[in-house]
């Protein structure tokens, strides 16, 4: 898992079985906010609560890992600025990291 254990060392992935992503527990219910920030910053991910009904899966982020490495590093970094800013603005215009 090495560069999302090194960018989101309080988060807790699942460790994968197979399948094309991993379940993030984020700590804390923030998926929807954080999935928003993604978005305003290039990177296109789906609110966890979509895969569950009354708000289940809100505390953990579903993380595809279907993407060529140079383009996952770009979205990581993206995602950490919008970890560590949930309520920010989107920095200019960027091309959408498409990771759904």
Do not use: H, K
């Not at 990177?43 to 979509?50: E, F, K, Q, T």
Request: positive net charge; proline residues 7%.
């Amino acid at each position: 898992m090495g560069r999302l254990d090194e960018q989101f060392p309080d988060w807790r992935p699942s460790r994968s079985t197979g399948g094309l992503s991993l379940w993030v527990d984020l700590g804390a219910p923030v998926s929807s906010l954080l999935t928003s920030a993604a978005r305003r910053r290039g990177v296109l991910l789906a609110a966890s609560p979509r895969f569950g009904i009354d708000g289940a899966f809100e505390r953990f982020l579903r993380l595809p890992y279907t993407l060529c490495r140079d383009r996952v590093v770009v979205a990581l970094v993206r995602l950490a600025t919008a970890w560590n800013d949930l309520g920010g603005a989107s920095p200019g215009d960027t091309e959408p990291v498409a990771v759904v």
